[in-house]
């Protein structure tokens, strides 16, 4: 029987508790990522999640606005600078069919000077 019911106890803390605590935090961590929420009314969803933490943190992803999210940013390309490095570049874009012959000989002369 004390098995049994260790198991129930294990099943619930998994199924229940810990997507729970885990909402919980992803609510903290939106809120403090924003940058579109002002100080106070970052002050007063905070104490709205931390005093009402299941109710509190259903409301707040159910009330804020989806157009301001910080979605992730897109990542720039590193910067080419060396000659050599550009001029890999232009070869690969060449043998891929992006650049004919004649716009890889003006880019490889405007490369080399």
Known sequence: MFLVSGFLQAVILLVIWVPLVLFWVAALADLFVRRDISGIHRVVWLLVIILLPILGTLIYF????????????????????????????????????????????????????
Do not use: N
């Not at 060449?94 to 890889?104: C, H, I, P, Q, V």
């Open 62 to 113: 159910l009330v804020r606005s989806r157009g301001e999210l910080p979605l992730v940013m897109p990542t720039q390309a590193a910067p080419v600078s060396a000659v050599g490095d550009q001029l890999d570049v232009l070869t690969r874009l060449r043998d891929a069919g992006s650049l004919t012959e004649e716009e890889f000989a003006k880019a490889k002369a405007k490369l080399l000077g």
